[in-house]
C-alpha cells in the first residue's frame, strides 16, 4: 500500500512538474502600477503579462509571479498607469504625416499672421514653385473673414499657392494658382462644390468640396514610393506619440495600400491599419470585385471598407443643411446623385465591405439614412455577406430629432469624432 501512495506521488510530482515545462515564460511583465483592462466590469489590475504581442495574464504580483522567467524583462511601474492601445476610429494617416513635409498654418492668430507665414515659406522657394500648406481657421481671426486670392498675391505674387482650410474641405489660392487650373468668372461651379466668387462674379480664391479638385491635379505628385514611406513613419510616429496602436484609415487610394505593404513586411510598419479605400470610383470598384482582405501582416493590415463624402464641412458652409444658413444664403452641398453611390451601397452588403459615408449636416444624414434603408430593404440579411454589416455615417455632426432613432432602428453606426465638438464650437450657432 505504501509503495502504491508513493508511486502515485511521484506520478503526480512529474505530472506537475511536465505541466509547468510546458508554460512557456513571459517576454514582458510589468507590475507595481495602475492598469486598465478594459473588460466587462473596467477592472484594474497592478500586473500585466505579454508574450510576442499577446497578453497572457493579468492580475496582481504574485498571480503573475509565475510568468517572470529568466529572459523575461520586468518593469517596476512605480505607480504609473497603463491603458491598453487605442484605436481612433477616423483617421487621415498618411495626411497626418504629410504635414511635416508642408507649410503649417495651425494656430494662425489672425489675416496678417497667416500672411507671414506663408510670405516665409515664399522665400524659400523658386518662382513659380508651389506653396502647399492646411491648417488655418478664419472663425480664430478677428476678422472672422476667409482669405481671398488678393490677400495672398501680396505675399505671393509669382509663386501658385494652395492652403486647405483646416476642416479638408475648403482651400484659398491665389490668381498664379488660378490661372494654372484654367478658373475664370465662366468656370461652372462643379457637381457637390462650389467656386467663391465676389460681387462682380469673378473667383475669390476660395474653392470649397470638390473644386478643389481643378487644382489638385496641379499639384506636384507626391505619390511615389518612397514619399509613401516618409509619410507613413512620420504618421506612426505620432500615432505612438498619442497611446494611438490602430487606427481607421478613411480614404485612401489603392495604390497607397501596395505601397505600404512592403513597409509592413519588412516590419518597419507596426501600426494596426483598418483601410477603407476612397469612394465611388475605381478604388471602390477594385474592392468590390476582390473582396475584403483581413487579417494581413499578422493583423496590421485589413482592407475592407470604403469612404464616401456626401457634404462638405459646417466651417466652409459645405455641410448640407435642411435649412438655409443662418449666416449665408445657402444650404450647402450634397456630393453625389443616389445613383451615383447606390450601387456601391448594395454590393458592398452582397461582399461584405463595409462603408463609411461623411454626413455632417442634417440633409445629408437623412439622405444618407435614407439610401442605407433602401439598399437594407432590396437586399434582406439572408442575401447579405454579413448579416449586420454595421454600415456608419462618419461625424453625424448636425441631425433633425426625428432621424436620431433611425441609427439604432438601421443598426447605423453615427461615428462621431469630438475634434469637431472643439472646432466647431465658436461658429456653430452662427451658422
Known sequence: MLTEKLALTALTLCLLALAGCGK?????????????????????????????????????????????GPQTQVIDLQGATVVPGLADAHYHFLGVGKRAYYLNLDGSSSLEDFLQKVAA???????????????????????????TRHDLDRVAPRNPVFLTRAD?????????????????????????????????GQPTGMLIDRAMSFLRSHLPPDTTADMTRAYALKAQEQAF???LTQVHDMGISRKRIEQLKPLFASGDLKIRL??????????????????????LFDHRLTVRGIKISQDGALGSRGAALLAPYSDAETQGLLMHEHAAIYPAVT??????????????????????????????????????????????IEHAQIVAPEDIPRFKELGVIPSMQPSHAIGDLHFAIRR
Open 347 to 392: 454590393r458592398a452588403l452582397q461582399t461584405g465591405v463595409q462603408l463609411a459615408i461623411h454626413a455632417i449636416g442634417d440633409r445629408a444624414n437623412r439622405d444618407i439614412l435614407d439610401l442605407y434603408a433602401r439598399a437594407f430593404a432590396e437586399i434582406p440579411p439572408e442575401e447579405r455577406r454579413i448579416a449586420e454589416p454595421r454600415f456608419r
Open 24 to 68: 512557456k515564460s513571459a517576454d514582458l511583465v510589468l507590475k507595481n502600477g495602475t492598469i486598465y483592462t478594459v473588460d466587462a466590469n473596467f477592472s484594474t489590475v497592478t500586473a500585466v503579462a505579454v508574450q510576442g504581442n499577446r497578453i497572457v495574464a493579468t492580475g496582481d504580483e504574485e498571480a503573475i509571479s509565475g510568468w517572470i
Open 241 to 243: 506619440a498619442y497611446g
Open 274 to 295: 483598418h483601410e477603407y479605400v476612397r469612394g465611388p470610383g475605381a478604388d471602390a470598384d477594385s474592392l468590390l470585385s476582390s473582396g475584403p482582405e483581413t487579417g
Open 121 to 147: 515659406e515664399v522665400e524659400g522657394k523658386q518662382p513659380g514653385e508651389w506653396v502647399i500648406g492646411r491648417g488655418w481657421i478664419e472663425e480664430d481671426w478677428p476678422s472672422k473673414r476667409f482669405p
Open 168 to 200: 479638408g474641405h475648403a482651400a484659398v489660392v491665389n490668381s498664379a494658382a488660378l490661372r494654372t487650373a484654367g478658373i475664370t468668372s465662366r468656370t461652372a461651379d462643379p457637381q457637390g462644390g462650389e467656386i467663391l466668387r465676389d460681387e462682380k
